[in-house]
């Protein structure tokens, strides 16, 4: 927290038209998240001295949950008359603005303005950085899974299913948190604040993601083409979680599975022969439908 302090003081006494907070589009593409967000957008703001532009872009939601934004300054909703995806809407707004960095952020995370300076601090220090973010922890203070991670692999992936593996998968929550900023190879994608030049140079978001491993897909391509991932352990992030999906987990748990299908075929590594790839196709079906029972029960 000291940190956070530090980075305030001293940035108070630039000019207006020069603060960090001024270079950043708040990015969220809401679908029914209630009140959550409402507390999103009021968060970042803060006490509204320093707020950031926000761009809201709604998937057609009927909750009413847009409709609060309404007497907020500096915020600007965009309804399609249909949902578009979280891909889509995120592409869709960055097309739109024109600041350098975006903070693509789900409905039900906060984030405060402070937290949010340092993650501009970092990301400015740090030219070759395409994204930065922070740690995400669930709203009873424990570190989500994906708050800390490696980019999936099919070895990775079969590690995750081991408890003896488990330090070579691809979720890091487990062990330790770093004691300084780095590099990384993946973050949560709740939270991203994004260099917009970087965002846009590698074609943004992939809109053939049904839902989830989107992100992980961004990275992946942020990386190959040069731009770093970094991680600000000091940054929290608080993140409710499924707020926008629990109305529909069954259609959530299919699209997961689809979405890991296609970050698989897309980032083949190492190459994949022809009945590798079929084993691993009948084992994504087949945990779909052993998860199917477990939504089932969600929903009810």
Aim: with cysteine; charged share 25%.
């Amino acid at each position: 927290m000291a940190a956070l302090a530090g980075s305030f003081v001293s940035l108070a006494a630039l000019p207006a038209a020069k603060r960090p907070i001024d270079r950043v589009t708040v990015v969220i593409v809401n679908y029914n998240s209630g009140a959550w967000l409402l507390r999103c957008v009021r968060t970042l703001r803060g006490n509204g001295s320093e707020s950031p532009a926000v761009e809201v872009i709604d998937n057609d939601s009927d909750d009413g949950s847009s409709e609060r934004l309404a007497d907020l300054p500096g915020v600007r909703v965009r309804r399609s008359p249909r949902n578009l995806g979280f891909a889509r809407g995120v592409n869709t707004a960055a097309r739109a603005v024109q600041t350098e960095f975006l903070l693509v952020i789900n409905p039900d995370c906060l984030l405060v303005p402070e937290a949010l300076k340092v993650l501009i601090a970092d990301i400015d220090a740090h030219p070759d950085a395409g994204l930065v973010s922070g740690r995400v922890f669930d709203m009873s203070g424990n570190e989500q899974r994906g708050s800390r991670r490696r980019l999936p692999t099919r070895r990775r992936l079969l590690e995750e299913l081991l408890p003896w593996r488990r330090r070579t998968g691809v979720d890091l929550t487990h062990l330790p948190a770093p004691d300084k900023a780095g590099e990384v190879e993946a973050v949560s994608g709740a939270c991203m604040l994004l260099r917009r030049r970087a965002f846009l140079e590698v074609g943004g978001l992939d809109k053939h993601y049904p839902m989830h491993f989107e992100d992980l897909d961004l990275m992946a391509r942020l990386s190959a083409a040069g731009w770093s991932i970094r991680l600000l352990p000091d940054v929290i992030v608080s993140h409710a979680g499924g707020v926008s999906s629990r109305s529909r987990p069954l259609r959530v748990m299919w699209n997961k599975h689809r979405g890991l299908w296609r970050y698989l075929n897309q980032h083949p590594e190492p190459p994949w022969p022809w009945w590798s790839r079929a084993l691993w196709w009948l084992g994504i079906q087949v945990h779909a439908v052993l998860m199917t029972p477990v939504a089932l029960w969600r929903r009810r």
